[in-house]
């Protein structure tokens, strides 16, 4: 498990165990569910569809055999049930603003009940953007919940009749894979589910999220030219571990991202003027589109090492910018390339 989000789930859990500290418990258990959620909007935001029905580790041991939009599903309807059902007695967001016609979902269930080549197929008829903003409603209602909670509440258990109300609502299949989850529940008191729907299991399956968008961008780089159009190296990047490089579906840098149609502009004039990258072209030296504007800080580190390429070739750069990584981390490298590009041509020329 991720060493800070073990410790902070471990401080959320001792002062959840005394009156005193109950307040503080739930404003930290709050900040730890919107600082882990991050990273959910992050993939939703960035990822092509595609990826979320990927399953890069099938059959593997542990969450990360999944997909991501499973386990973005899975995460959100334990939580929606758990949160409605038991411990408020109301009606879960899923059948709230029409949220499971929006999704597309063939299942109101957990999805415990799935496996294999079922999880991907499931996967592939989810409207992910409206999945996301499910996650997101499910997520801000259950904080509300979490902030109307006394420190007596988290004694409450659960009688037959929640047992029952949970089995006629049908959101957990009768599969033996996913049955077992509603005595699970019923057996446990809002401490119990705060412990594990609302937070453990949360860490566990972004955890695994992580794992997947890790290997998605790998394989989606394997193979392709490392360098970015307008001369930065991606397999130095400090976004390495989350973007599959401009090259690829998978760019999730900030001037993609932000730009429109999401194509970064300096990606989109290369193409235009079928440059294999700005390093290619005449007007690099004066050029202010997209990563080379002024005000961005790394603009005159990726104009000198578009100097350096259009001098030298990718091949040379590369080997360079890994002598300069060995070094320094990527931001020190930035930082001294950062100053004037024609300074930064000969600092790179001289670890050549
Ligand atoms: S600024 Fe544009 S060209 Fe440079 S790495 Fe980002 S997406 Fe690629
Ligand atoms: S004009 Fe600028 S962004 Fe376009 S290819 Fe030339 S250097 Fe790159």
Same mark, same amino acid.
């Given at each position: ?12 859990? !001792? ?13 930290? @258990? ?51 049930? %758990? ?63 979490? @902030?109307? @909670? ?8 659960? !009688? ?29 008191? %809002? ?39 307008? /001369? ?15 090259? !690829? ?11 429109? /149609? ?14 294999? /990258? ?46 300069? =990584? ?24 001289? =670890?050549?």
């Amino acid at each position: 498990m991720d060493k800070d989000w073990a410790y902070k789930n471990k401080e959320i859990q !001792t002062l959840l165990a005394k009156e005193a500290s109950f307040k503080e418990a739930i404003k930290k @258990l709050i900040e730890f569910r919107e600082e882990m959620f991050v990273q959910i909007t992050q993939i939703a935001e960035t990822y092509p569809d595609e990826a979320f029905s990927l399953m890069p580790f099938p059959g593997a041991a542990g969450y990360h055999c999944k997909t991501l939009a499973y386990s973005i599903w899975h995460i959100f309807r334990i939580e929606d049930i %758990v949160a409605h059902e038991m411990i408020a007695g109301d009606e879960q967001i899923l059948f709230y603003d029409k949220f499971f016609e929006k999704i597309a979902s063939p299942i109101i269930t957990t999805g415990n009940e799935l496996e294999g080549k079922d999880i991907a197929k499931f996967s592939k008829k989810l409207n992910i953007q409206e999945l996301y903003l499910y996650s997101k409603t499910v997520k801000e209602s259950s904080n509300q919940i979490l @902030l109307q @909670l006394q420190y007596k509440d988290l004694k409450k258990k659960f !009688t037959e009749e929640t047992k029952q109300k949970l089995i006629e609502s049908k959101c957990v299949s009768e599969d033996e894979n996913a049955f077992w989850l509603i005595d699970y529940w019923c057996g446990k008191d %809002v401490k119990g589910l705060i412990q594990m729907p609302f937070s453990r299991h949360w860490i566990m399956h972004i955890e695994a999220m992580r794992r997947i968008k890790n290997r998605i961008c790998k394989l989606a780089r394997k193979g392709v030219n490392p360098v970015a159009f307008c /001369g930065l190296s991606c397999d130095h990047c400090f976004l390495g571990e989350w973007c599959g490089g401009c090259r !690829t579906e998978y760019n999730v840098c900030s001037f993609a991202t932000c730009s429109e /149609g999401r194509i970064c502009p300096n990606v989109k004039c290369c193409n235009e003027k079928n440059m294999d /990258g700005c390093y290619e072209c005449s007007e690099l030296e004066n050029c202010d589109k997209g990563f080379f504007t002024k005000s961005n800080d790394g603009a005159n580190a990726a104009k000198a090492q578009s100097l350096y390429i259009r001098k030298y070739g990718k091949k040379e750069f590369l080997k360079v910018q890994t002598r300069l =990584h060995e070094k320094y981390d990527f931001q020190k490298v930035q930082e001294i390339l950062g100053q004037d590009y024609k300074e930064a041509l000969k600092i790179l020329e001289d =670890h050549t």
